[in-house]
């Protein structure tokens, strides 16, 4: 996964995130117009930090109780 471009880390994180809820996703990354791209990257450079400090959390309270 680090090896993926930052657009296509996105693109596949929106993929998961359409598949978990049962969204169908009609577009591909390049038919997605640069306008709607930049916003996306633009929310997840707000969300992204809070999500990863989420998961963190998450992990080291799983990692608590169970480990």
């Given at each position: 996964?680090?090896?993926?471009?930052?657009?296509?880390?996105?693109?596949?994180?929106?993929?998961?995130?359409?598949?978990?809820?049962?969204?169908?996703?009609?577009?591909?990354?390049?038919?997605?117009?640069?306008?709607?791209w930049?916003?996306?990257?633009?929310?997840?450079?707000?969300?992204?930090?809070?999500?990863?400090?989420?998961?963190d959390?998450?992990?080291?309270?799983?990692?608590?109780?169970?480990?």
């Open positions: 996964m680090r090896t993926l471009s930052t657009l296509a880390q996105v693109h596949w994180r929106i993929q998961l995130v359409c598949n978990v809820f049962g969204v169908d996703v009609p577009w591909q990354g390049d038919e997605v117009s640069p306008p709607v930049a916003v996306l990257l633009a929310v997840w450079d707000v969300v992204g930090p809070w999500v990863h400090g989420a998961v959390v998450l992990i080291a309270l799983l990692q608590l109780f169970y480990g």
